[in-house]
């Protein structure tokens, strides 16, 4: 029975490596590709990066809605967004030395943020994701996306400033396009190994899904978020940081849970793992959009209380779990 469960866990380690492995391949990939097209930093990030960063989190989604364990991609989701907008934020303010929301659009995408952090916990006040649950959260999720495009032009600042053009560097346009489905493909395989694994220790060790999904799982997809936020910082690209984090945040309440409700609805008929979760998005999206209102920047102490936020949750997961 033993050897079982340490076959499980180095099952879920492995493919939880793969999948951050696989996601740092595609946000290299599409780093590039922005740099060869000229797109605008903070678009490319609240876009582009904001869906790469998110893929492990929705193939996670997809594969736990056809597998009907969609209660794990909703564990997923919520601990996904909580760490986004404490820790992962957190750390990029800190080696960024604080953060600025320079113009209006920034710090309405922050309010927007927030909104779509609490929007999934509003939908499951009636014990269940529906199908129309989830159309609704797709159609916010291309109203965001609309306005943002919308004022695309407003932006300035470019991703990169190197002239890429020539075969060579068409060249290794192609090449990306290249890599970048091998990874979607490694993305997908590394799922499929950690809900087996995950679905697995849950059972073993009577631990709700929930859970699994709110801090372990949780905690592996946002891995490439901390990484684009700490090689952003560390580069100076201040709008890449406050974009990749509050699009991701939008793509995984809108788009995630959205594709989960379309492909396997489920009920909620005992909310008690779920509760910390709601609890701690709901003070964790007002303290983001209070912080970023306040000034229009978030400060080194500020980033410092986030992380504390996050540690209090995994905290009270792991005692609750």
Known sequence: MALIIWFYILIFILSSLALVQSGVWVIRVLNRIAEFLGWREFVVASVLMSFATSLPEIFIGITSALAKKPELAFGVIIGSNIINLTLVIGIGVLVAKGLRFESKIIQRSSLYAGLYGILPLVLILDGKISRPDGVILLLALAFYFFQLLSQERKFTKIFSNQNQ?????????????????????????????????????????????????????????????????????????????????????????????????????FEITNFSPYLIGIIFTVVTSLFFVLFAKT???????????????????????????
């Open 165 to 265: 053009k020539g075969w060579s560097h068409f060249k290794l346009f192609l090449k990306d396009l290249f890599v970048f489905w091998i990874a979607i493909g490694f993305l997908l395989l590394s799922s499929e190994g950690i809900i087996f694994a995950a679905s697995r220790i849950a059972v073993t060790f009577n631990i709700s899904l929930v859970i699994i999904g709110a801090i372990l799982v949780a905690f592996g997809t946002s891995l490439p978020e901390l990484v684009v936020e700490i090689r952003a910082a560390q580069a100076g690209r201040k709008k890449t940081i406050l974009g990749n984090i509050m699009g991701s945040v939008i793509v995984n309440s809108a788009l995630v849970l959205g594709l989960v409700a379309i492909i396997s609805p």
């Open 295 to 321: 000034d229009s920047k978030i400060t080194e102490r500020e980033a410092i209380f986030l992380i504390g936020i996050y540690i209090i949750f995994f905290l009270a997961q792991i005692t609750v779990g």
